[in-house]
């Protein structure tokens, strides 16, 4: 393709330029009068290839896209010299042309002539981002406001440096021709351009943005983006959170290319780092986030209110002034949205639907540790969930989840939750804990403002699983938490109620047996003969057998790694011995938590208290019946001999 | 179906008013504005009794030559009021009731954002769209 610089002015010998470097040029020339003009946004490309003969490139953005070559501005002013311009008066595409190929030329390391350019070059190398994004900012800046996007240009500049720099490493794909060793890395960046021009109007923001962000990004390749995305951002950490998010909000807006939708799409690690913040604000991933602590939250965004209002409108499918996870992603990501400066959607788009969101990353991390520790907890550890059950209920705050930092803990703590039908304040503060999933399958039907109604079946139903075998400590509940909490600090009334033994052995079949009222029955039956305490003995040994669980495992879930690996010490019958012993260790981590432990323990006492006395009266009466079935036995029996001569006569 | 829309809070000073355009907009406010004394009479002559037995929905506050004027109150002593054109006869007690409940569920989601301050102006995207397919049935 010949561009006669005769055309236009006489300005130089004819330029050869191969058909690569017409579109380069061509493109260069467009962003620069485009910009110059105040960036008409559709499409510049277009714009280019219908007429560019017309337009002219500013001063401005072409002295800016020079000084990004890089060069000595000796040189740039021989260039500009030559290319006519000067003497010209403006930037004609011709004029433009020359001098792009002679900052090839110059690049390339051969003088400033116009005898360079007549020789096949490659194509001018820019760190043209930094300088469009500068411009593209600034046009974005006089719109969305400052303040926003200064500091973010910062940021930018640095994360883009680093990123031209790995890109350059990077680069895949070239030109046809490139002979030379740094990788020709701005083809690549302009093919692109108009490849993400396309898709840039179909994005509903701001179109001078989005240019300025593909430049921005363009070097980055899809696999590369998280790479280099990585080293770029570690500035960035040191300042908001938020910026961070931008950068990588905007170099994944890159990645996806062919949604329209994409400003809206959340990507793997912007998910992650949502679900850190969520887990910063809310360790319970499958719990919600109340409304005053993401006000608070979302507030450092530095967005006015009503903006913010709005993205919470957006974001609450259920509008129950809670955020889950999902919602929780969405609203971040519109606000991140919104910082880059795309304007707010009319309605919440699809990609960030919380349906869409747990179908997408069903099994990604906030879920899969959780679930993978349910299915693990579930047929055990369901004392220590009690105990911690407990003692949750006794501080009586569902903020308090949190206590349990582990994700498994966190597992086990759902577990007890379900588990436990009996007490309703349990129940209030698992609702909230009970899965996300079934939170939100729940809370989509009808408009539930409560937790409690929608999560009830759930757990009421996962918690008939649990206390079914009748091996299973699972029976225990709270009270045999609570026992193992006396066991641990060995109160009198236990011992005294029960008469029995030292009372560690004896203290978890209490709660036990008083839940499984009809199995202690017919334990009774056939086992018991006096002393409830008998029985109580079998049976604690009995369950504390099979599980190698002392009682007084995790009195809290902190403790539950040490007390396991106690545990796995301890035989059942050494649980006495061995149970000062492991309280011990936690005597003194625990002392924070005393208080809770007390009013644990206080609330135990009573109800084994309650339990004690209902078995005793069961017992008795059990024993009556017993008499009484003997007594009858007996009159049978004499009956039958009395009767028996005579037939056998 | 309406031609004004609006919600009054306890203290009686308008959280969200909005009219038909095309009218004049002084006379809805006008005429809300002396509705809420009926509002208040009908209130405290039923609000002798439990809260509990005291219906939301209030019916017909008064009509004139040209329009009907609703009312509702929430337990928490927020109004909505509601004026429709006298010459809509199609539109049955059934119909304004589940409009002034639509209204209310609407009103429920505006104060579960956290960002809204009770009392203030409602600025709701979302309570704007109800509020405008309740009002554009008109045309």
Known sequence: ?????????????????????????????????????????????????????????????????????????????????????KRVGYFGPTQFYVALKLIAAAQSGLPVRTESIKCELPLPRFVMSKSDAEIRF?????????KIQIPYLTTEKNSLKRMDDEDKQQETQSPTMSPLASPPSSPPHYQRVSLSHGYSKLRSGTEQMQPASYEARQPIGQPEGSSSEGPGSKPLRRQASLIRSFSVERELQDNST?????????????????????????????????????????????????????????????????????????????????????PLPEGLPPTLQPEYLQAAFPKSKWECAIFDSYSESMPANQQPCDLNRMEKTSVKDMADFPVPTQDATTGDDKQALKSTINEPLPKDTSEDTATSKDCNSLKARPRSRSYSSTSIEETMKRGEDPPTPPPRPQKTHSRASSLDLNKVFQPSVPATNSGLLPPPPA??????????????????????????????????AKKDAPHAQPPSKPIRRKFRTENQTTESQEPAAAVGGAAPTTMVKPHPTVQKQSSKQKKAIQTAIRKNKEANAVLARLNSELQQQLKEVHQERIALENQLEQLRPVTVL | MAVCIAVIAKENYPLYIRSTPTEDELKFHYMVHTSLDVVDEKISAMGKALVDQRELYLGLLYPTEDYKVYGYVTNSKVKFVMVVDSSNTALRDNEIRSMFR??????????????????????????????????????
């Open chain 1, 258 to 342: 062919n949604y329209p939708d994409e400003p809206w799409r959340i990507t793997e690690e912007q998910r992650e780092y949502y679900v850190n913040q969520f887990r910063s604000l809310q360790p319970d991933p499958s719990s919600f986030i109340s409304g005053s602590v993401a006000k608070n939250f979302f507030t450092k965004s530095k967005l006015s209110i009503p903006e913010l209002s709005y993205i919470w409108e957006l974001s609450d499918a259920d509008c129950d002034g809670a955020l889950t996870l999902p919602e929780f992603c969405a609203a971040f990501h519109l606000i991140v949205a919104r910082k880059n400066g795309y």
């Open chain 1, 1 to 85: 393709m010949e561009v006669a610089a005769g055309g236009g002015c006489g300005a130089g010998p004819p330029l050869l330029l191969s058909e690569s470097e017409q579109q380069c040029y061509s493109e260069l020339f467009a962003r620069c009068a485009g910009a110059a003009s105040g960036g008409p946004g559709p499409g510049p490309p277009e714009a280019t290839r219908v007429a560019p003969s017309t337009a002219t490139a500013a001063a401005g953005p072409v002295a800016d896209l020079f000084r990004a070559s890089q060069l000595p501005p000796e040189t740039l002013h021989q260039i500009t010299e030559l290319c006519g311009a």
């Open chain 1, 507 to 540: 203290l978890p079949p209490r709660p036990c047996q008083t839940q499984s009222e009809p199995v202690s029955e017919a334990d009774l039956h056939p086992q018991l003969n006096r002393a409830p305490s008998q029985a109580a003995e079998s049976s604690p």
């Open chain 2, 102 to 139: 639509k209204l209310h569920n609407s009103y429920t989601d505006v104060m579960c954002n956290p960002f809204y301050n009770p009392g203030d102006r409602i600025q709701s995207r979302a309570f704007d769209n109800m509020v405008t397919s309740m009002m554009i049935q008109v045309c």
């Open chain 1, 138 to 146: 600034g046009n974005a800046a006089e719109l969305h406001g400052k």
